[in-house]
């Protein structure tokens, strides 16, 4: 995200998940609070003015639905119920009540945070992501996921994709094996730290030759980037 970063509200009576979703949320760039029940929750809300909340629905006190409903009644401060009902009945009630979106635990926090950007993007609280990027003989579109070399549409499987996205978005900025799975992968994933070397080693065979401005370059003892001699 670029420019002042986005600030989220936790309101969720778990300890556990509150840490997790704090760690997982600061780690993608936003400032975060925390409340373990719903007065406390609205009590935040009305001195912080975050960005978006994520509002659990069973809560001490004053349940998700009483503070969604206050929060409603002067903001229009986008809200994500996270319950661990997932009830039809449940989403809807949400969604009418005013909720921008709404996901059953257990979740996978890559989705999660696929979803805040989503409802941030739609609220207008963050610029919509280039989901193209294009340098001298290299086009990777994750709309369509697809890679072409020269105008050559090149096989290539989703995660090789997602692999070459992230590091070409950020140019000669090196990432470490555990960030790439982290990132690329899921912050739940516990696969082999190889299991990057092979894709851009695959990415690499496919990719041979192809510019002299830019290529996979290894950084020896901490990771990969994608290099750059030109800017973008």
Do not use: C
Not at 32 to 40: E, I
């Amino acid at each position: 995200m670029s420019g002042v970063s986005k600030r989220i509200l936790i309101v969720e009576d778990d300890g556990n998940i509150a840490d997790l979703l704090r760690l997982y949320l600061e780690r993608d760039g936003f400032q975060t609070d925390a409340a373990s029940d719903g007065a406390a929750g609205l009590k935040l809300f009305e001195s912080l003015n975050p960005d978006l909340v994520l509002l659990d629905i069973m809560l001490p006190g004053m349940d998700g639905w009483e503070v969604l409903n206050a929060i409603r009644l002067s903001s229009r401060t986008p809200v994500i119920m996270l319950t661990a009902k997932n009830q039809t009945s449940d989403k809807v009630q949400g969604l009418e009540m005013g909720a921008d979106d709404y996901i059953a635990k257990p979740f996978e926090m890559k989705e999660l945070l696929a979803r805040i950007h989503a409802v941030l993007r739609r609220s207008g609280g963050e610029p919509v992501r280039a989901r193209r990027i294009q340098y001298e003989g290299l086009t990777v579109d994750m709309e369509s996921y697809t890679l072409q070399v020269h105008g050559q549409n090149i096989d290539a499987p989703p995660k090789e994709l997602e692999l070459l996205f992230h590091l070409a978005s950020s140019p000669n900025r090196v990432y470490t094996r555990n960030q790439l799975l982290d990132e690329v992968w899921g912050f739940d994933y516990f696969g082999d730290s190889r299991t990057v070397d092979v894709h851009i080693k695959r990415l690499r065979e496919k990719l041979e030759g192809a510019s002299e401005v830019w290529n996979l370059k290894t950084v020896w003892g901490v990771g990969y980037k994608f290099e750059t001699k030109d800017p973008k």
